[in-house]
């Protein structure tokens, strides 16, 4: 679960490439990827078995662990929709995922929407219980329409960073009725660092001057490395 309020909607296999070739195709826009690389968690969990990933996985969690997750915990609220069992267990994917990568490109910071704080901080703790290692997160806010939803790709009323996907008059209407919601969201960061935090993994470095309606950046910037 990310802040959704329905389940996922299963894509084939030939949507997931060609999505994936579409998202290095933006990113090239902004990163060099001769210095960097983009990886697919497919090529690790294609070989793995189910039994394997309980096993060294799952175990270091406990289903008290994983309802106290805001993002989990707002799903199961929900009586009409609930969550699914492979929606419920993402979370040890994206845990295991971060540990992969620390293992092979010793990666030790992974930065997501608010949304994913529960996922990412799964991943801290999966890292300090198998490796017992150090690892950190930072969450950056969402943006958010005029009733609180963030734009989701899948939402209606989305915004698209791919040229030609949303037309520009679409980007000048969205942006005049989002109430604020940007600005009121822009000094929002959150950081976490698993083992000098008592271990409870939160940490909020920096905040929004709510008063004044917009980020304060003496708040923000006195907090930020």
Same mark, same amino acid.
């Not at 294609?46 to 996985?57: I, K, P, Q, V």
């Not at 419920?88 to 994206?94: D, E, G, K, V």
């Given at each position: 679960?990310?802040?959704?309020?329905?389940?996922?909607?299963?894509?084939?296999?030939?949507?997931?490439?060609?999505? *994936?070739?579409?998202?290095?195709? *933006?990113?090239?826009?902004?990163?060099?990827?001769? %210095?960097?690389?983009?990886?697919?968690?497919?090529?690790?969990?294609?070989?793995?078995? $189910? #039994?394997?990933?309980?096993?060294?996985?799952?175990?270091?969690? =406990?289903?008290?662990?994983?309802?106290?997750?805001?993002?989990?915990?707002?799903?199961? !609220?929900? %009586?009409? @929709?609930?969550?699914?069992?492979?929606?419920?267990? $993402?979370?040890?994917?994206?845990?295991?995922?971060? /540990?992969?990568? /620390?293992?092979? $490109?010793?990666?030790?910071?992974?930065?997501?929407?608010?949304?994913q704080w529960g996922?990412?901080?799964? !991943? /801290?703790?999966?890292?300090?219980?198998?490796?017992?290692?150090?690892? $950190?997160?930072?969450? #950056?806010?969402?943006? #958010?329409?005029?009733?609180? +939803?963030?734009?989701? +790709?899948?939402?209606?009323?989305?915004?698209?960073?791919?040229?030609?996907?949303?037309?520009?008059?679409?980007?000048?209407?969205?942006? @005049?009725?989002?109430?604020?919601?940007?600005?009121?969201?822009?000094?929002?960061?959150?950081?976490?660092?698993? =083992?000098?935090?008592?271990?409870?993994?939160?940490?909020?470095?920096? %905040?929004?001057?709510k008063q004044g309606?917009?980020?304060?950046?003496? @708040?923000?910037? @006195?907090?930020?490395?």
């Amino acid at each position: 679960p990310s802040g959704k309020a329905g389940e996922r909607k299963l894509q084939p296999l030939e949507d997931i490439e060609r999505n *994936q070739a579409l998202i290095v195709k *933006q990113l090239e826009r902004f990163l060099d990827f001769s %210095h960097g690389v983009m990886v697919n968690n497919s090529d690790w969990f294609r070989g793995m078995s $189910y #039994l394997e990933f309980l096993r060294d996985t799952g175990k270091h969690f =406990t289903v008290n662990m994983m309802l106290a997750k805001e993002s989990v915990n707002a799903r199961i !609220g929900d %009586h009409q @929709s609930g969550i699914s069992y492979t929606e419920f267990s $993402y979370m040890l994917i994206q845990a295991y995922d971060f /540990l992969w990568l /620390l293992d092979h $490109y010793d990666c030790r910071l992974q930065i997501g929407g608010s949304e994913q704080w529960g996922n990412i901080t799964a !991943g /801290l703790e999966l890292i300090r219980r198998r490796r017992g290692k150090e690892a $950190y997160a930072i969450t #950056l806010p969402l943006l #958010l329409d005029s009733s609180g +939803k963030k734009f989701g +790709k899948t939402e209606k009323g989305a915004v698209w960073n791919g040229r030609g996907d949303t037309p520009n008059m679409h980007d000048i209407l969205t942006g @005049s009725n989002m109430d604020g919601t940007l600005a009121s969201g822009a000094g929002d960061v959150t950081c976490s660092n698993w =083992t000098s935090n008592k271990g409870d993994g939160s940490a909020l470095v920096g %905040h929004h001057d709510k008063q004044g309606g917009g980020a304060n950046p003496n @708040s923000w910037n @006195s907090a930020h490395p």
